[in-house]
């Protein structure tokens, strides 16, 4: 099985900071990753698919970067809704497995 | 509209069995595979089980293989999970997952709101 690795597991930034969460897989996975955002009681709302493709209406201050075993996901400046939970997911190959999770939190 | 609306949880003891479901609405359900994720209380993402559009191929996380079956009718645009053999591990917000892609590997687009699954005795 592949293993996603993010860091760091809680970062404290205040809004207008850039912010930075990187995720690594234990092999190559191209560029077979994705981003999601969870809010407490809310289920995982997709933000980067294919490792930099940006989805539907998501804000243009995400981005995301990387492919074979490492990736990051980019908040050029950081606003009162972005404080969340990120995770990324590799689908490369089953099973789709997920980071562990990087909470941001208000400083 | 897409929606993804699951069904089935509670409380159950260990040992015990439940079967979820997720009702699926908005897109054309035979055409995009579909999954299911957990995330026990304060935890993180796991995914569990996965299904092909057409139900001709499913996968399952080593954590639940041989104790849980995933299924879908694509005449009821329903998903399903039997579980049974449950554990107090198993205990979790359990969420359906809608693949972004009709063909090719895919992340989830949509998520259904989820429901719990407590097992305890």
């Known amino acids: 099985d592949i293993q996603m690795t993010q860091s760091p597991s809680t970062l404290s930034a205040s809004v207008g900071d850039r912010v930075t969460i990187t995720c690594r897989a234990s092999?190559?996975?191209?560029?077979?990753l994705a981003w999601y955002q969870q809010k407490p009681g809310k289920a995982p709302k997709l933000l980067i698919y294919?490792?930099?493709i940006l989805e539907g209406t998501v804000p243009a201050r995400f981005s995301g970067s990387g492919s074979g075993t490492e990736f990051t996901l980019t908040i050029s400046s950081l606003q009162p809704d972005d404080y969340a939970t990120y995770y990324c997911?590799?689908?490369?190959?089953?099973?789709?497995?997920f980071g562990q999770g990087t909470k941001l939190e208000i400083k | 509209e897409v929606q993804l609306l699951e069904s089935g949880g509670g409380l159950v003891q260990p040992g015990g069995s439940l079967r979820l479901s997720c009702a699926a609405s908005?897109?054309?359900?035979?055409?995009?595979?579909m999954s299911w994720v957990r995330q026990a209380p304060g935890k993180g993402l796991e995914w569990v089980s996965g299904i092909s559009g057409s139900s001709g191929t499913t996968y399952y996380a080593d954590s639940v293989k041989g104790r849980f079956t995933i299924s879908r009718d694509n005449s009821k645009n329903t998903l399903y999970l039997q579980m049974n053999s449950l554990r107090v591990e198993d205990t979790a917000v359990y969420y359906c997952?809608?693949?972004?892609?009709?063909?090719?590997?895919?992340?989830?687009?949509?998520w259904g709101q989820g429901t719990l699954v407590t097992v305890s005795s």
């Open positions: 092999q190559s996975i191209s560029s077979w």
């Open positions: 294919d490792a930099s």
């Open positions: 997952a809608k693949a972004g892609r009709s063909s090719g590997t895919s992340c989830y687009n949509y």
């Open positions: 997911q590799q689908y490369n190959s089953y099973l789709y497995t």
């Open positions: 908005g897109f054309t359900f035979s055409s995009y595979a």
